[in-house]
């Protein structure tokens, strides 16, 4: 009986982790899943005591498409003037991250990234961030934030 009880036990186990297994596969290579995770990253570090999220190199070059990251670390986005990718010069530090469904054509995918402010109108502001989205090597990456053209590298 023991012997039973415990192949049952470790059947459900197995079950379980398979079933957790596919269910992030499932999730973690959507657009959706992965603007999502990468906005909470991003807002965090914005609000962290560094403030810096764009210092952190090989996150955002794992997040963002070749073209929008070698941009992005060229002298023509210091001199950009906001960040670009919250398209503010600002941000609220109360912000929760929502995305809407995408539209996938081929490697390409649009959504749109909510970032709602939880304070009260008068003290906090939200955004919601039209982006292009690439897959390049199976990871979907943010190629563009809110239509803005790239100036000149």
Do not use: C, H
């Amino acid at each position: 009986m023991k012997n039973k009880s415990k192949l049952i036990i470790f059947a459900l186990f197995l079950s379980l982790v398979a079933g957790v297994g596919t269910s992030f596969a499932q999730t973690a290579d959507t657009p959706e899943q992965a603007a999502k995770s990468f906005y909470k990253w991003y807002t965090k570090e914005l609000s962290s005591e560094d403030g810096d999220p764009i210092g952190n190199k090989k996150i955002m070059l794992k997040s963002v498409s070749k073209r929008l990251g070698k941009w992005i670390y060229s002298p023509a986005y210091q001199e950009y003037g906001a960040d670009y990718i919250i398209d503010a010069q600002d941000f609220d530090e109360s912000w929760q991250v929502t995305t809407t469904k995408a539209v996938i054509k081929g490697n390409a995918a649009t959504l749109k990234v909510m970032l709602k402010s939880t304070r009260p109108k008068t003290e906090g502001f939200s955004q919601t961030l039209p982006l292009k989205m690439v897959k390049e090597n199976g990871v979907w990456k943010i190629d563009s934030v809110n239509n803005r053209k790239l100036t000149a590298d």
